[in-house]
Each structure stands twice: as structure tokens, then as C-alpha cells.
């Protein structure tokens, strides 16, 4: 699994919820509207309102836990649906946007517009708003678009938008491009947790997603929590956290802290006592909130002392604070790591590309030696070399920031052809690189 994002998917989401709040946890949230109105995956629509209200409804309300957040499905191919959640009248209702497409900032405008209808009871308009984004083509990256009530969709270039900015007449946005770095501050995960996680437990963290183990982040914020979760996984790129991943906890799955695999889990402060009580062992506990990080295990020592030095340097940089230089400085650290991966390709005529563990440890300095024993066993590490194989014995190539930054930076020895597009030539390469 070379990405947890669907590729290609049908539609720009799947479904939009209108739903209330339940009395008691004992109780099930009811759903008051949903479009499409025949969507009838009921599995779907029995569990997506029970990750609505990810907290203590008895002990806090909206005020204390914030309006946005995003939790996250698994389908059965692995590839993350995300849920999309705006609360509004106190906390007691929640609008939730299902979709494949990580689109945090255009899916969070969205839902402030359907609010904003729904206060208004203009529901015919933000019918009509749905039924146009649902039944256009999913758009294609950096294209602009603007929602229109009276005039349905409009799809248009930037130019043709300042020409004529009656076309405007609500909102409009542009669809980002998921295969780029995201950028401060137009990444609303990467911005808040930049802002509200300092570096040495930012490189803590990352230490210990690279050694895979049970993780959960808390905060009394939602739109904090769910925000740190995905940045802090976005770091990984371009490789992809394999296991359990819950970016919020509901309360009827707090025993899900207890599974004896790797996890990434958020978990809203109202309940994280429910949590600890349940004797959790060997877990790294972060807490957004006072900024504090606690764990039973020394991961970012066991990381090469010369990469971690170069990653704190450079995020402590004023200049990295924007653009995409936080997301950079971690890609350069994950081709110091992983880059020459490059070099342990191995070709035979008549056969498929293969990776050799052993010389992608060996000849490596004993710091990094004794990392990169370890890393070969990691899913994260598994997978990403799977993907990169599927591609060159596919005869596809390819071609993308990390490799970039490895070639950038020199860490590879032998040059690889990735970006070759047909099995001569992939092959060409990969003769040449041992």
C-alpha cells in the first residue's frame, strides 16, 4: 500500500449529515437530514454519527471543544475516508462531509457555508450547493472553484475569477494538490501543530512513529487534536503510518487503547482519564495542550545523531516557519534516513527489480547501522518498498519530491533511473546501479 489515499475516486464526497447529539452515551446520536437522500450503505450510516461528538457530552459543551475536527474511516482496501465535522448549536449538532479527498481547508469552508445556510433555514440553497458539487467531476488539482448558489458550480481560472468577480457570489476555492508538501499556513494541520507543539517533542514523536508504537495525542480542543494527529502522520511522507490510525477517539471505542499493536490515536482530553484507566503499557502519551510528552522508551536517541542534529536545526530556523519549510526539513531527514534505498536495488535480466536488506545496511556509519537493522522490519518501511518495486517492475517509474531530495542531497551512492517510464529503461538503470 504505497498511499492510504484512494485513488481516483468517483465522486467529491459521499455523503453530508445533519446530526444530533444524543442525551446520554448510553444513547445513539440521531441522524436529523443526510444527502443524498437514498444513500443506503447503512453500516456507513450506523457508525459515522457515532464519531460526531468524539467527547464527554456530560461534562463539556461546543465552547470548550472547538467547531471543526476530521475523523477518519478505514475501507476494506485500507484507503482512508475522511469525516469532515463542523459542530454548531452548542455542540448538540454536528455536520459531517464524507470523502476520500484529504481537502481539510476546502471541506472546512464548506461546511461554514452549509452552516451558515442552515442557521438562515435556506435549506433549498444548501440542497442546491450539495447537488451541484456532488454531481461535477471530482476537479483536478489547483484548479478554482466557486460555489454558487444561484448559478450552480462554477469551474474557472483564477484569471477569469478576477475579471469577473460577480462569479464569486458566496465562496470559492482551490483544490489542492495532495501530492505536494504542505505549506504554513495554508495547511491548517501542519500550521496548529507547528504552533502548538514545540520541536523537541515534534522530534520525539517522529522518533517514535519510526519505531512504530502505540501512540495517542490529546487535547481539549478538536480541531487541535485531529489537526496534530494528521500533520504529525503528513511528516512520515513518503511513506504512510500502516496500522491502526483513529485521529479521534469516540467514547465507544476507548478499548481500542488497549490493542497490543502499533497505533496512532487521538483522544479528546474529557476522556483520556477513562483511558489511562484502563493500564495502558508502553505507550507515548503527548499532550497538545500543556505541551508535553511522555514516554517509556529513548526512540529518538536510537536515531542517527547527525540527522536528528540537522532536523532540530533547521526547525528552529525563523525562515522555516512558512512555505514548506517544516514538511522539507523532515523530507530531507527521512532521505538522510531512507534514501539509499536506492542503492540496494538489485537487477538480474529476466527477473523482477528486488531490494536487498542487507546492503542497505551495510556500509552506513554504526549509529545509522543499528537504526536501519531495525527499520527494515518496520510496515512503514515494508510497504513503501513494495510500492516502489510494484512501480518499476510495472515498467511506470517514477518521480517525486523524495526523490528529488535524494539525488538533491547525495544520498544515494549509484544513481537510479526512477523516473524512466518503460521496463528497457527501468532496467537500463537498474543495472547500472549495482
Request: negative net charge; proline residues 5%; glycine residues 4%.
Amino acid at each position: 500500500m504505497d498511499s492510504r489515499f484512494k485513488e481516483n475516486p468517483e465522486r467529491t464526497f459521499d455523503l453530508v449529515l445533519k446530526v444530533k447529539c444524543q442525551a446520554s452515551e448510553d444513547e445513539d446520536p440521531v441522524v436529523l437530514w443526510k444527502f443524498p437522500e437514498d444513500f443506503g450503505d447503512q453500516e456507513v450510516l450506523n457508525s459515522v454519527p457515532k464519531f460526531c461528538f468524539p467527547f464527554d457530552i456530560e461534562r463539556v459543551s461546543q465552547n470548550q471543544v472547538g467547531q471543526h475536527f476530521t475523523f477518519v474511516l478505514t475501507d476494506i482496501e485500507s484507503k482512508q475516508r475522511f469525516g469532515f465535522c463542523r459542530l454548531t448549536s452548542g455542540g448538540k449538532v454536528c455536520l459531517c462531509i464524507l470523502s476520500y479527498l484529504p481537502w481539510f481547508e476546502v471541506y472546512y469552508k464548506l461546511l461554514n457555508t452549509l452552516a451558515d445556510y442552515l442557521a438562515k433555514e435556506q435549506e433549498n440553497d444548501s440542497n442546491d450547493l450539495l447537488k451541484s458539487l456532488y454531481s461535477h467531476p471530482v476537479p483536478k488539482a489547483n484548479a478554482l472553484v466557486s460555489l454558487s448558489v444561484n448559478q450552480g458550480m462554477i469551474f474557472a481560472s483564477e484569471q477569469v475569477l478576477k475579471k469577473q468577480p460577480c462569479l464569486v457570489s458566496h465562496s470559492y476555492f482551490i483544490t489542492p494538490d495532495i501530492t505536494g508538501l504542505p505549506t504554513i499556513p495554508e495547511s491548517r494541520n501542519l500550521t496548529e501543530y507547528f504552533v502548538a507543539v514545540d520541536v523537541n517533542n515534534m522530534l520525539q514523536l517522529y522518533a517514535s512513529m519510526l519505531h512504530e508504537r502505540r501512540i495517542i495525542i490529546t487535547s481539549s480542543k478538536l480541531s487541535t487534536l485531529t489537526a496534530c494527529v494528521h500533520a504529525s502522520a503528513a511528516l512520515l511522507y513518503p511513506m504512510y503510518w500502516q496500522h491502526i490510525y483513529i485521529p479521534v477517539l469516540p467514547p465507544h471505542l476507548l478499548d481500542y487503547c488497549c490493542a497490543p499493536m502499533p497505533y496512532l490515536i487521538g483522544v479528546h482530553l474529557s476522556l483520556i482519564e477513562r483511558v489511562k484507566n484502563r493500564s495502558l503499557e508502553d505507550v507515548v502519551l503527548l499532550n497538545v495542550d500543556t505541551n508535553t510528552l511522555e514516554t517509556p522508551f529513548n526512540d529518538l536517541n536510537n536515531l542517527p545523531g547527525e540527522v536528528v542534529s540537522a532536523l532540530k536545526n533547521k526547525l528552529k530556523k525563523q525562515s522555516t516557519a512558512t512555505g514548506d519549510g517544516v514538511a522539507k526539513a523532515f523530507l530531507r531527514a527521512q532521505a538522510a534516513l531512507f534514501g539509499s534505498y536506492r542503492d540496494a536495488l538489485r537487477y538480474k535480466p529476466g527477473e523482477p527489480i528486488t531490494f536487498c536488506e542487507n546492503s542497505f545496511v551495510k556500509h552506513r556509519s554504526s549509529t545509522t547501522k543499528q537504526f536501519l537493522e531495525t527499520a527494515v522490519n518496520l510496515q512503514l518501511f515494508k510497504q513503501f518498498i513494495d510500492g516502489r518495486l510494484s512501480k518499476l517492475n510495472a515498467g511506470r517509474g517514477f518521480s517525486d519530491v523524495f526523490e528529488e531530495e535524494i539525488t538533491a542531497g547525495g544520498f544515494c551512492g549509484e544513481r537510479w533511473c526512477t523516473d524512466q517510464h518503460s521496463n528497457d529503461q527501468s532496467h537500463s538503470g537498474c543495472e547500472n546501479s549495482i
